[in-house]
């Protein structure tokens, strides 16, 4: 009696040894060290087994070994899987192929031959087929059996975890992806255009809308949005799903908007329905704006708790990147009325010169974006355009101001403001890209400017500075003669193609002069 006792006892303890070995598979959180886990077991509990794991890849849509790159995969939707995923227990390959009458002797050498398999065991979780074990032995003894049941029925479980758990590493590498997909844009505008199609990409959602605060007026402005055709009003603080999270300044979440005591009788954003997430784009010391998106429902379901966290995360990188651009953008901004008013200052002495540096600028900034300049090249162009003629304040006042003729030598001296105005232009940074612009707007593409360069030997954009320069003498008045008008300039402009500029930035010119002017008839040129 006593015997039995102690050999039930026995039995008890190994048992539970068996049981407790598998709990190693719980260390693991993702799948391919779950599954190198897995392998080494199998290889011990059945000696000569030669295991193989095929795991099902969703995003690829195939079983195939974790990190053994370049060995075989299977397709997801094959009718070996399929079968596999009706079967409960392990079963000879060879039975499964001919029970279901499967033709497939491509998919039948690779599992018999290529991996010397026998036997394959599924793991089915929730009708679906998780993975298979591929092994080299015809039969398992009852010992065998009952450990691989014990293995396959923890494996099923824990494969499912790691599945999320992988997920989840997925969205991260995505995620940390994402501040560099943002420096991709050249300014604020084109990031804010294409921001909920960013957004789009991590989170899909049915409508959204993202305002900038406007902090001087106090409210939120739509700036890009995707409503289903309703054109979206600004809100007040406190007003509306977002003006509410503009106030709280913290994200809300709420699974359906209609079953919402408050947000259900709100009038604003109507279009905002079903499940939704809102988000300020803030930093700690400003708030930017306002993300809201929601899920009517129908297929993308509603949002969960952690769409809002991933959202969360989304704002707080574009809030990053928007305020870094916002300061630079505050800082140029302030450089540059510096620089125009400097200018400002050397016009206001001639008042034939007064406002040309501007209007040079508005010309030439004109005639890049017909060009479709990018965004880099605008702002150095605008640059040079209003500093193009700084260096006159070099030039002695009784020159610049003089009305009648100007002498030889009083010539040869006013040509020397493109060499002061290179000087006085810093060689560092942002203004070493510009100082040639400044030197080189009186060249001319036949060579006979004031350097006798000819194209190629100065960068191209002078040629911009200098029809915008051309323009506006003859579009303004003169000692000698009254402003001529748009077209008048026009014409006379376009006798200087293939002597001071070419015939391409010209067109630029002349289309960019139409849509500003209305001018309809290009006859009239
Ligand atoms: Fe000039
Ligand atoms: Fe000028």
């Known amino acids: 009696m006593e015997e039995l006792l102690t050999n039930s006892i026995q039995n008890d303890l190994i048992h539970l040894e068996k049981q407790y070995s598998l709990d190693v598979l719980d260390d693991w959180v993702t799948t391919a060290g779950l599954i190198e886990s897995a392998l080494s077991m199998t290889a011990s509990a059945v000696p000569g087994s030669n295991p193989h ?4 890849v969703s995003e690829a849509h195939e079983f195939r070994e974790i990190d053994r790159e370049g060995l075989s995969s299977i397709p997801d939707d094959s009718l070996f899987t399929a079968c596999l995923t009706m079967q409960s227990a392990g079963s000879l390959i060879d039975d499964v192929f001919s029970d279901y009458n499967l033709n497939d002797s491509m998919l039948h050498d690779l599992l018999r031959e290529t991996y010397n398999a026998q036997f394959v065991i599924p793991i089915v979780h929730r009708f679906s087929l998780l993975a298979f074990i591929l092994i080299s032995v015809p039969e398992l003894s009852g010992e065998q059996h009952s450990f691989m049941n014990d293995l396959t029925a923890r494996l099923k479980i824990n494969l499912y975890a790691a599945s999320i758990a992988d997920n989840r590493q997925r969205e991260l590498i995505e995620l940390s992806e994402y501040p560099e997909a943002l420096h991709r844009y050249e300014n604020l505008g084109e990031l804010i ?33 995707i409503t289903g055709g309703v054109k979206p009003d600004p809100l007040s603080t406190g ?45 700690d010391k400003r708030v ?6 929601c899920r009517e429902s129908g297929k993308k379901g509603i949002f969960g708790v952690e769409h809002r966290y991933m959202l969360e995360i989304l704002t707080a990188f574009l809030a990053t990147e928007m305020n870094s651009r916002l300061l630079y953008a505050e800082l140029e901004e302030s450089y540059f009325s510096t620089v125009s ?17 501007e209007r040079v600028m508005k010309y030439a900034v004109g005639i890049a974006q017909a060009l479709n300049l990018s965004y880099d090249s605008i702002r150095r162009i605008r640059y040079a355009a209003i500093l193009h003629d700084i260096g006159k304040i070099g030039i002695s006042d009784s020159i610049i101001t003089k009305t009648s003729s100007l002498t030889d030598a009083e010539y040869k001296e006013i ?22 612009l400044i030197r080189y707007h009186h060249e001319k593409i036949d060579g006979t400017g004031y350097y006798e360069k000819r194209p190629g030997d100065y960068p191209w954009e002078a040629m911009i500075i200098s029809l915008a320069d051309i323009y506006d ?44 002017t209305g001018l309809k008839s290009q006859s009239a040129v």
């Open 288 to 293: 930017l704006g306002v993300i809201t998106l």
């Open 341 to 357: 008013s400097l200018t400002r200052a050397l016009e206001a002495k001639d008042h034939y010169t007064r406002g040309h540096s």
């Open 473 to 516: 003498a003859l579009a303004s008045d003169r000692p000698y003669r009254k402003a001529y008008t748009h077209e008048e300039a026009l014409v006379s402009l376009e006798k200087l193609v293939g002597i001071n500029f070419d015939q391409k930035i010209f067109n630029a010119f002349k289309d960019w002069m139409i849509c500003e």
């Open 415 to 436: 040509k020397k403001h493109t060499e002061i105005g290179y000087d006085i232009v810093n060689d560092s940074g942002f203004f070493s890209e510009i100082r040639d």
């Open 53 to 56: 794991i095929f795991v099902h």
């Open 239 to 283: 007003k509306g799903i977002s003006g509410l999270t503009l106030e709280r300044k913290r994200a809300s979440y709420i699974p359906d908007r209609e079953k919402h005591p408050s947000y259900s009788f709100m009038a604003e954003e109507k279009f905002i329905q079903g499940s939704f997430i809102s988000v300020p784009v803030q930093t």
């Open 193 to 225: 255009k294409h921001l909920l199609d960013d957004v789009a990409k991590k989170l899909s959602f049915d409508y959204g809308i993202y305002y900038h605060y406007d902090e001087y007026l106090d409210l939120l402005i739509p700036d890009v949005w």
